[in-house]
């Protein structure tokens, strides 16, 4: 899937291809790299909810099914038949509402255009066919499994039941999978979220106080006490991020098959483990301690890294899509190159990785992944013994999205055998180096 943006804050336009595994954004502060990751957030989270359900009605009103097609109905056949019309239909759909629920601001109004991919993917759910068994019982090929849907329908009834069917798997291929942010503010916002939530409470509180002691006027009062203070104040991607932190206590009921990747953060950065107390708080043991500290009181690279920790631990699927903002914050250099390998690992696992970064210690460390793919099973042998590379965490260059966001604009970078660069990064790297030879040379190597 492509989409196409224009005046979305410092972007004028751009174009994005999210089918790849791993996206990288990189470029100088204040270039809109932010603004995008929100935006895909919420094109992700909600484009297949509210304005899913606007797309499959007019959708349903466009598709002719016959009589004839309620023996066997091919969803596959049906969605190749409808594929245009349905971007068509979905473009029309995405409006100002969804913009204005992502931002939470009127001021930020972009038009965006998803462009119809070239291919169509139906790996997901095992689409496959509604098949009528009599006049009284038919049933839906879902995942293998063959299940009754209802008995007595009408033909009518039949019809609209195909229609969700087919918009719904339509959706599926569009927007596929589960999708978690972890903002450059997770630092902050791990320790204050239950404040922030505690905040609101009290406000509510006083809300009702109010509406109790003055119901001539209660309609006066909600209003202005919702402009004033009960306002959508995060974007999508941080509010959910709250909800997210807020809610541990209950999500750490989950187990996740990838508590690996989890197991490998607290080993090899965080060196001790992450626990959550029975109020929902996270809490670190550090290595060979029984000691149990408070996040607030916690190392910087635990506050940064606790909660994807959590994730991978307890609530990670195969197909989600990961978005992290600076996933360097906090971490020495060593540590960023071990974040690169656990994410690449990650995509080698089936999920999606959207990072925004300024680290160039990330961006080589990737690199070096993509050159190893023209390493033989000899010389992977050697490499591993040497410089620690284990073969899941190697990166094809297909799977690889990279783009430069500046000058008002979204530039992809090509993504070779040998990687990618960025021109910003590599350009202060080598004034920085010509600038501290300078200096030696004239203050220490003159004769």
């Known amino acids: 899937m492509e989409i196409k943006i224009e005046n979305l804050g410092p972007i004028a336009s751009g174009k994005l291809d999210l089918s790849k595994d791993l996206i990288v954004f990189t470029g100088p502060n204040n270039t809109g790299k932010s603004y995008l990751a929100y935006l895909i957030y919420g094109l992700y989270k909600i484009g297949g909810l509210h304005e899913g359900y606007e797309v499959a009605t007019k959708l349903s009103s466009a598709l002719e099914i016959e009589k004839t097609d309620l023996s066997v109905f091919d969803l596959r056949k049906a969605i190749s038949n409808n594929y245009t019309l349905f971007f068509k239909l979905i473009n029309e759909t995405i409006t100002p509402r969804l913009i204005l629920e992502i931002f939470s601001s009127r001021e930020i109004t972009p038009s965006l255009k998803i462009t119809q991919p070239s291919q169509i993917s139906f790996n997901q759910d095992g689409v496959a066919r509604i098949e009528f068994k009599d006049e009284e019982a038919w049933s839906v090929s879902e995942q293998g499994n063959i299940k009754l849907i209802q008995k007595g329908l009408s033909f009518s009834e039949r019809q609209v039941f195909i229609k969700s069917k087919l918009s719904y798997y339509l959706f599926k291929i569009l927007l596929p999978s589960a999708i978690y942010f972890f903002p450059a503010e997770r630092t902050a916002i791990n320790f204050l979220a239950k404040e922030i939530f505690r905040e609101r409470s009290l406000k509510l509180d006083k809300l009702s106080q109010q509406v ?236």
């Open 212 to 447: 109790f002691e003055r119901e001539y006027d209660t309609l006066n009062v909600i209003k202005n006490f919702i402009e004033n203070q009960l306002a959508p104040r995060y974007p999508l991607a941080i509010h959910d991020y709250l909800y997210f932190i807020n809610n541990l206590d209950n999500l750490s009921k989950n187990k996740s098959e990838f508590a690996n990747f989890a197991d490998e953060i607290e080993t090899l950065l965080l060196q001790g483990k992450i626990a959550i107390s029975e109020y929902g708080n996270i809490k670190f043991i550090p290595q060979n301690s029984q000691q149990t500290l408070e996040l607030p009181i916690s190392s910087s690279v635990v506050k940064s890294l606790s909660s994807l920790v959590f994730y991978f631990r307890h609530i990670a699927r195969a197909g989600d899509i990961i978005m992290i903002d600076e996933p360097e914050l906090n971490l020495h250099p060593n540590n960023q190159q071990i974040v690169a390998k656990i994410f690449a690992k990650a995509v080698n696992k089936g999920f999606k990785v959207i990072l925004s970064t300024h680290s160039d210690y990330i961006i080589k460390e990737f690199n070096n992944l993509i050159m190893l793919n023209k390493a033989s099973t000899t010389d992977l042998a050697t490499i591993s013994e040497n410089y620690g590379y284990e073969t899941d965490s190697i990166l094809n260059k297909n799977k690889v999205g990279a783009y430069w966001f500046g000058n008002n604009s979204i530039e992809p970078i090509e993504v070779s055998d040998t990687g990618f660069s960025v021109k910003t990064i590599d350009a202060t790297i080598d004034q920085l180096d010509n600038t501290t030879e300078t200096l030696y040379y004239q203050f220490f190597e003159t004769a």
